[in-house]
């Protein structure tokens, strides 16, 4: 059970790092699409956090405990720095993927509807993936014109 609960919170700590990026990221794009895309996201990630915090409470009777790290790997934005959003975008996409099988692992440990939820939120880290996706795509396509459209840069 103990183990059960870290892994929650760890899902929870997850969800949280999530939704900073996203919100980080939108922030510092100057492409609109794409900045309603990442807050849209954001705000995925933190319906997703609220749920895990409501299904812990839930089962064990307590508020959890988030722990600072979670081993789910996380994307990092890092304000200022130069680095091409498609690469951003692709370490998106890494993490969305790697939540889509923490949490399919995770739902094995519960049961009935509980596992359903858990599935279900692994299905919509696949389809985060899947919007990051398309818009990696798209900024590949466009960063070779980053000097003429500035859309595409991210940045001060």
């Known amino acids: 059970m103990d183990d059960v609960k870290l892994l929650l919170a760890q899902a929870i700590r997850s969800e949280i790092e999530a939704c900073e990026f996203y919100d980080g990221l939108a922030k510092a794009v100057k492409n609109l699409l794409l900045r309603e895309r990442l807050e849209f996201l954001s705000v995925e990630e933190s319906k997703h956090e ?28 890092v304000p200022g ?8 975008l692709s370490g998106a996409m890494e993490a969305e993927r790697a939540a889509e099988e923490f949490y399919m692992r995770l739902a094995r440990s519960f049961s009935g509807p509980d596992a359903a939820l858990l599935e279900y939120l692994a299905l919509m880290e696949r389809g985060h993936f899947h919007i990051l996706e398309a818009e990696r795509e798209i900024a590949l396509h466009f960063e070779d014109y980053e000097t003429v459209n500035p859309l595409f840069h991210i940045g001060a």
Do not use: M
């Not at 749920?51 to 934005?77: A, C, I, W």
């Not at 720095?81 to 951003?88: A, M, Q, V, Y």
């Open 50 to 77: 609220d749920f895990l915090r409501r299904l812990f409470t839930q089962k064990f009777g307590e508020n959890p405990v988030v722990p600072d790290e979670t081993p789910v790997p996380s994307p990092r934005y």
């Open 81 to 88: 720095e130069k680095t091409p959003i498609s690469e951003l």
